[in-house]
Nanobody, 126 residues
Framework: QVQLVESGGGLVQTGGSLRLTCAVS????????IAWFRQAPGKERKFVAA????????DYTDSVKGRFTISRDNAKNTVYLQMNSLKPEDTAVYYC???????????????????WGQGTQVTVSA
């Protein structure tokens, strides 16, 4: 059974940092691209960052560029999202998701993702 399990969320002050972790099932880790999405209360789920399965290319939504970094540890089947200089508008539930190699191009379309984690809450206080 394929699983994605997020951890690392919490409460942090403005300007602080958090590192989110997504543990990915071994059977898909080496061939699926992994992305982070987030969903604030009453809003739709939106793309945050992604890392490609083949060459490790990365992509970010504009609002987190220069503050967030996505990376993967192939030995641990894990993807990280390092979040620095956090702002109150970063408050959301963060989800990791896996996209099959069938797809290419933009990582931002959530309908392309086959597997999702349960989410982890990130709250940034003003």
């Amino acid at each position: 059974q394929v699983q994605l399990v997020e951890s690392g969320g919490g409460l942090v002050q403005t300007g602080g940092s958090l590192r989110l972790t997504c543990a990915v099932s071994r059977q898909i880790f080496s061939t699926y691209s992994i992305a982070w999405f987030r969903q604030a209360p009453g809003k739709e789920r939106k793309f945050v960052a992604a890392i490609g399965w083949s060459d490790g290319d990365t992509d970010y939504t504009d609002s987190v560029k220069g503050r967030f970094t996505i990376s993967r540890d192939n030995a641990k089947n894990t993807v990280y999202l390092q979040m620095n200089s956090l702002k109150p508008e970063d408050t959301a539930v963060y989800y990791c998701a896996a996209r099959s190699p069938y797809y290419s191009g933009s990582y931002a379309f959530r309908t392309q993702y086959d597997y999702w984690g349960q989410g982890t809450q990130v709250t940034v206080s003003a």
